[in-house]
T-cell receptor, first 114, second 112 residues
Framework: NAGVTQTPKFQVLKTGQSMTLQCAQD?????MYWYRQDPGMGLRLIYYSASEGTTDKGEVPNGYNVSRLNKREFSLRLESAAPSQTSVYFCASRDPGRSSYEQYFGPGTRLTVT | SQQGEEDPQALSIQEGENATMNCSYKTSINNLQWYRQNSGRGLVHLILIRSNEREKHSGRLRVTLDTSKKSSSLLITASRAADTASYFCATDSEGGGNKLTFGTGTQLKVEL
């Protein structure tokens, strides 16, 4: 199993450009999450999807949209990138049916907006 | 806002010593988890402690939870250079919909 995969690994955008970050998991997990990590801030939840067909806002959703394409894939879209969105983005998944409650993380996407 | 605040922000020790890091949180929780992040990588789950547990062990890891003080500690015994990483606590709050709220992390450096 590949676990949680993310593409691209690195991206540089100009202010105002748009892009979609892709995330896929092959563990048949129901729940998926998007976080951003800034220096000294830990991880902050952007959006999450408790199950296929549902999405909800997290702590910092402004400037982002998400799509839960199917059970495997959960994408994050920046419609008009801003320098404040320079960050490392992590996707994670979890199977609510398991008693362990742990989340499995992808390797991250490093995004720079100039 | 961050749920968990961790202390210290950075810790440097010699190989073989024990490392202790602390986490404080604000609301009632279902469980508290600890994750490790190696430089430039994603987070990896280490251990989970439920709200009705006070202590848990896994290998060289020992986690304690004091719900009355809303705090937890992670102890890594007999540290190794490979333990060098950032460590984050994450809380799964009551009524939180299984979302995790992460602390700001402790950067641990284990020197040879």
């Amino acid at each position: 199993n590949a676990g949680v995969t993310q593409t691209p690994k690195f991206q540089v955008l100009k202010t105002g450009q748009s892009m979609t970050l892709q995330c896929a998991q092959d563990m048949n997990h129901n729940s998926m999450y998007w976080y951003r990590q800034d220096p000294g801030m830990g991880l902050r939840l952007i959006y999450y999807s408790a199950s296929e067909g549902t999405t909800d806002k997290g702590e910092v959703p402004n400037g982002y949209n998400v799509s839960r394409l199917n059970k495997r894939e959960f994408s994050l879209r920046l419609e008009s990138a801003a320098p404040s969105q320079t960050s490392v983005y992590f996707c994670a998944s979890r199977d609510p049916g398991r008693s362990s409650y742990e989340q499995y993380f992808g390797p991250g996407t490093r995004l720079t907006v100039t | 806002s961050q749920q968990g605040e961790e202390d210290p922000q950075a810790l440097s020790i010699q190989e073989g010593e024990n490392a202790t890091m602390n986490c404080s949180y604000k609301t009632s929780i279902n469980n508290l988890q600890w994750y490790r992040q190696n430089s430039g990588r994603g987070l990896v789950h280490l251990i989970l402690i439920r709200s009705n547990e006070r202590e848990k062990h896994s290998g060289r890891l020992r986690v304690t939870l004091d719900t009355s003080k809303k705090s937890s500690s992670l102890l890594i015994t007999a540290s190794r250079a490979a333990d060098t990483a950032s460590y984050f606590c994450a809380t799964d709050s009551e009524g939180g919909g299984n979302k995790l709220t992460f602390g700001t992390g402790t950067q641990l450096k284990v020197e040879l």
